[in-house]
């Protein structure tokens, strides 16, 4: 059974960071690329950042880009997402969730992406 442990959420003020981790198990992490999306009210889910545990390649939102870093530690099969500069509008429950590679990697496509975590609540105060 594929599962997803996702901690470090929290309230955090603006300018400020956290780190968020993705714990998996169930899955070998070489045939997956983990990627974090985030939901928040009344809006889709969107695609925030990916990598590739195979290869390193790592992708990035527009809006995040500069500000997050998504890396990852095999041994641990965990996948962390650094979040600085926060502001009000990165406010969401974030995902981590695992696609097989070889799915379109940058474009993030949300119904490749196969198994989910149960998301961590983030909220940026301005």
Partial sequence: EV???ESGGGLVQAGGSLRLSCAASGLNFDDYVIGWFRQAPGKERE???CISSSDGRTCYADSVK??????SDNAKNTVYLQ???LKPEDTAVYYCAAAVEGVP???M??????YWGQGTQVTVSS
């Fill in 3 to 5: 599962q997803f442990v």
């Fill in 47 to 49: 695609g925030v950042s």
């Fill in 66 to 71: 500069g500000r997050f870093t998504i890396s």
């Fill in 83 to 85: 979040m600085n500069s």
């Fill in 105 to 107: 990697f940058y474009e």
């Fill in 109 to 114: 496509p949300i119904y490749e992406y196969n």
